[in-house]
């Protein structure tokens, strides 16, 4: 990987960026949220596939991220209605 790709790939995130603030001015607050977390979803790619250089290890080396990743997202969604019904009033 030469340096004018990474480069490259850093100035796609900084546009990525300004896609994402100016779609925090749309009117619909909705298509703007869905937007603004594809396109971190897909910047979130970017830089592990590159920086981390998750493109160059083995396959499990992916698996074990993808697990954790998971885990937060159970642990997410199974902690957060109790906090709502407790704290949420």
């Known amino acids: 990987m030469?340096?004018?790709?990474l480069v490259t790939i850093w100035a796609a995130l900084l546009g990525l960026?300004?896609?994402?603030?100016?779609?925090?001015?749309?009117?619909?607050?909705?298509?703007a949220t869905v937007l603004i977390f594809t396109i971190a979803i897909f910047k979130?790619?970017?830089?592990?596939?590159?920086?981390?250089?998750?493109?160059?290890?083995?396959?499990y080396i992916l698996w074990i991220l993808l697990g954790g990743v998971g885990l937060i997202v159970i642990l997410y969604f199974t902690l957060v209605p109790d906090?709502?019904?407790?704290?949420?009033?």
């Open 2 to 5: 030469t340096e004018k790709f």
């Open 17 to 31: 960026l300004g896609v994402s603030l100016v779609l925090g001015h749309l009117g619909n607050v909705f298509l």
């Open 44 to 59: 979130a790619w970017l830089v592990g596939a590159y920086y981390m250089r998750l493109k160059e290890e083995p396959r």
């Open 83 to 89: 906090i709502i019904h407790v704290y949420g009033r």
